[in-house]
């Protein structure tokens, strides 16, 4: 299955070489996929007429996001699960899928736990538990969170939410395209760390994601001075150490823009 995606991927990126300088198009089964990074942790899907938000954050006001069929929300604090931003996009139809420690936000939303699995409008969506190895603050305790493993169209996505690579992520299989974080607080999730558990993972196609950690914390309060990574490395440093350490693995690293300028 990943050979032939790879094909059409390789295919449908030659078809739009000319428009994207970097393509967020991937391949479904009866059609593209569109991927479009929106803040942080934020990402729309799009194949056909379905529409996938994963974490929607409305600080920004989530410019060109669309109204969701699906809404998957990895964990309770305020960027992942927004009340705002979920209203924002949801409809009469729109499905979201949370942990139990979500419905004191919104109470009518599907909730799975860890390793359970679920069927909506065609999709498959299966948790996969999302926790700390380092312990301290900020934490996130075994059972607390959700990464996501969505099937759309044929293709597996992944999306980690905050995690560091525990052995349910290390047995995940298909992957085709993964949504990885770094940088995490208290060095959780470094760069050779999140590179070392996306070879394991072996998607096609992988992007980073909440990885600026001091973005997330100024959107909040402006007056946050921020902290130095690990080795007193710039958070550009890190995507570009990360790409480094994938250089031979035959993953194709894509950087989406997740930090538009705060208002």
């Known amino acids: 299955m990943k050979n032939l995606f790879s094909a059409i991927l390789y295919c449908s990126l030659c078809s739009i070489a000319a428009v994207h300088a970097q393509s967020n198009v991937v391949p479904g089964a009866n059609g593209p996929i569109t991927i479009t990074p929106l803040i942080h942790s934020s990402v729309q899907l799009e194949y056909g007429d379905t529409v996938v938000q ?12 669309k109204q969701a069929d ?23 139809q729109t499905v979201l899928v949370m942990l139990d420690s979500g419905r004191a936000k919104w109470p009518d939303g599907i909730v799975i736990a860890n390793g359970q699995m679920i069927r909506v409008n065609g999709m498959t969506v299966e948790a996969v538990a999302a926790y700390d190895i380092i312990l301290g603050e ?16 044929g293709t597996r ?18 992957i085709n395209v993964a949504f990885m974080p770094l940088n995490v607080p208290l060095g959780r999730m470094t760069p050779a760390a999140s590179a070392e558990c996306t070879k394991i993972l072996e998607p ?8 600026d950690q001091d973005y997330a914390r100024r959107a909040l309060n402006p007056a946050y001075e921020g902290t130095a990574l690990p080795g007193g490395i710039s958070v ?28």
């Open 204 to 211: 096609d196609v992988v992007y980073l994601y909440h990885y």
């Open 236 to 263: 550009a440093e890190s995507l570009d150490l990360f790409e480094q350490e994938l250089e031979e693995s035959g993953i194709e690293v894509r950087r989406g823009d997740f930090y538009p300028p705060l208002q």
């Open 157 to 174: 996505f992944y999306f980690a939410g905050v995690t560091e690579c525990v052995d349910e992520v290390k047995v995940l299989q298909g």
């Open 138 to 153: 900020p934490s996130h305790p075994k059972g607390q969170a959700n990464g996501y493993v969505l099937t759309l169209g």
């Open 70 to 92: 699906l809404i998957l929300i990895t964990d309770d604090v305020g960027h992942h699960q927004d009340v705002e931003a979920i209203e924002k996009l949801s409809g009469p």
């Open 54 to 65: 994963i974490d929607p954050w409305n600080r920004v006001g989530l410019p060109g996001a």
